[in-house]
């Protein structure tokens, strides 16, 4: 593979950094009373404004050369067309047709799968209602509407999140749990809160063989069995959500509560397939399909839409310009939206899992340019009393994205208003910054001294120039909400394709894997051992002890 670092738009860029390195966004904005203008679109009832970065209309040229350079419509419409581009698993990568809204079919290997995804989305339909009419009952005879989602990563992250988003939309009487921890305390805190008679727990897990998803499972199970004195209670109040079929029969599952997607659906990109059960539970599958609706009309933007307008392929770009020509380790991603604080976390799996890689689609390994960001955040306010300080003044450039509804759900008193002041604020503070003469002024003003104002004013400096986008949404609905992670997902893909990685394969969790498995048959006594490293010796051997003594 021609490393991307060797393109005319690659060097171009080195050379337009240095002419932008200097720059300062506020001069950008006095230079151009039409940046705003320039620089924000909109899509649907988002509004995308990334007028707040250190770029000019040269650098976004550049940047959307070196797309092309990089082969992105041809890679955008390999992934839509279903050619196996995950290409070390060798599977094709399809979440975009589980949203696939359109009459249009969709082919893998010539077989078109749209058939067998409307079939689930019917039968997910027709179990959430019976649910929701009470008409599906334990094994007692009562409703279920206690759901717990047992999964990990991708199977627990998404609907997790989504759930969470769109609380005001949850049905009333159903209430979702999620357990994903292999740490016993997760399990058991759910169980304290549900009773066995209105439980139903779903086991969603792509291979079914994970080792956490697996060990909870067979905890709910026993808890279930124990409770009821009856091994058949097992099927009236498990579902699976799997590719391996198989698998989940052997668990005990009744057949026809088995819900089931391809391989060609990434773990974290499954929230839109039967994986989204727990979601379609928790807030119908009208909102579930609306999700949906949401997704796909950003992948028909990101598809149709050149790269100049194209929301996703901006965001991607502008990630790439602070990564690999300004050095930017990190991404910070601040939702003003309390339903929105674990959209960090969904996204940390979502774009750190795909494109934390070192090496490129040929298995060389990459030397000269760096790959995917830390993807970190939490919403504001909150984070504003927390680590803003250091995106403030620290010495790191973070670029930043801001999400904000334009409206609550709740409308109580002046709480949205001072919300959405402080997004707009932060995001201004952090690009306008405040100079020494202002600081000093405010200072004198305020009746410091002389000798006040000289020691303190250069800690109440702010630099600015410090980047961010900002989306403004109507109102976190499921549409809007399908959108928002749609938009990611391909900022996602896209980067992948500039770095010339493959975005769809996450080898590097097997080797923690392997070794776990061994040390956990280490554990099992006080006999100390010495087949490690002699750090991982010494704790092995200090837990060990903790089986003779109390440490
Ligand atoms: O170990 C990483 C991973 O494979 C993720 O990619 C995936 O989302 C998660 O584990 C859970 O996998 P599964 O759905 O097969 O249980």
């Given at each position: 593979m021609t490393s991307p670092a060797s393109f005319p738009a690659w060097k171009a860029l080195l050379t337009h950094h240095q002419t932008m390195k200097n720059s300062h966004i506020r001069d950008l904005f006095e230079q151009d009373s039409d940046r705003f203008k320039r620089f924000s679109l909109q899509l649907d009832d988002i509004l995308f404004d990334y007028s707040k970065h250190r770029i000019t209309e040269e650098t976004m040229t550049l940047l959307f050369a070196l797309a092309k350079a990089s082969e992105l419509t041809g890679w955008t419409e390999k992934m839509f067309g279903g050619e196996r581009i995950n290409s070390a698993e060798n599977r094709a990568v399809l979440h975009t047709a589980l949203r696939n809204r359109s009459s249009k079919p969709v082919y893998v290997d010539g077989n078109d799968v749209m058939p067998e995804i409307r079939q689930t989305l019917d039968k997910m339909r027709n179990f959430t209602q019976h649910l929701h009419n009470r008409e599906y009952q334990g094994f007692t005879g009562e409703p279920l509407t206690n759901i717990v989602n047992i999964g990990i990563g991708g199977s627990d992250l998404g609907p997790a999140m989504v759930?969470?988003?769109?609380?005001?939309?949850?049905?009333?009487?159903?209430?979702?749990?999620?357990?994903?921890?292999?740490?016993?305390?997760?399990?058991?805190?759910?169980?304290?809160?549900?009773?066995?008679?209105?439980?139903l727990f779903i086991v969603a897990s792509?291979?079914?063989?994970?080792?956490?998803?697996?060990?909870?499972?067979?905890?709910?199970?026993?808890?279930?069995?124990n409770a009821f004195g009856n091994e058949s209670a097992v099927a009236r109040h498990f579902v699976a959500v799997s590719t391996n079929t198989s698998a989940t029969a052997e668990f005990g599952i009744h057949p026809d509560n088995i819900f089931s997607f391809r391989d060609w659906v990434g773990g974290r990109y499954s929230l839109w397939s039967a994986i989204g059960l727990s979601i379609a539970i928790s807030i119908g599958m009208d909102a579930f399909e609306e999700l949906l609706d949401g997704a796909f009309s950003v992948d028909c933007h990101f598809r149709d839409t050149p790269y100049?307008?194209?929301?996703?392929v901006i965001m991607a770009m502008l990630g790439i310009w602070y990564a690999n020509f300004f050095g930017a380790e990190t991404h910070a991603i601040l939702p003003y939206s309390q339903y929105l604080d674990r959209f960090a976390a969904y996204l940390q799996q979502a774009d750190m899992e795909s494109n934390g890689k070192r090496t490129d689609r040929d298995g060389i390994i990459i030397n000269g340019y760096t790959t995917g960001p830390v993807i970190w955040g939490e919403p504001g306010t909150n984070g504003q009393h927390a680590f803003y300080q250091l995106i403030h003044q620290g010495t790191r450039l973070i670029p930043a994205d801001f999400l904000a509804p334009l409206h609550s759900h709740h409308d109580i008193g002046d709480h949205h208003r001072i919300l959405l002041s402080h997004c707009l604020a932060q995001s201004e503070a952090l690009m306008k910054g405040k100079s020494l003469n202002e600081v000093v002024t405010d200072m004198k003003h305020s009746g410091y001294s002389e000798t006040q104002t000289q020691q303190i004013a250069p800690h109440k400096v702010f630099p600015g120039n410090r980047s961010s986008s900002t989306f403004l949404f109507s109102k976190l609905n499921p549409r809007t909400l399908g959108r928002l992670i749609a938009l990611y997902e391909h900022k996602i893909f896209v980067q992948g394709i500039i770095w010339g990685i493959n975005s769809f394969d996450q080898w590097g969790v097997e080797l923690g894997k392997q070794l776990a498995g061994k040390i956990f048959n280490e554990l099992v006594d006080a006999k100390p051992i010495n087949t490690h490293d002699p750090s991982t010796n010494g704790l092995i051997n200090y837990c060990k002890r903790s089986k003779d003594t109390t440490i």
């Open positions: 759930t969470r988003a769109l609380t005001p939309y949850r049905i009333q009487g159903i209430q979702p749990y999620f357990v994903s921890n292999i740490d016993d305390s997760h399990i058991m805190e759910a169980l304290k809160q549900v009773r066995p008679e209105t439980t792509k291979t079914f063989t994970t080792q956490e998803t697996m060990t909870n499972a067979h905890t709910a199970r026993r808890w279930l069995v100049e307008n194209n929301i996703p």
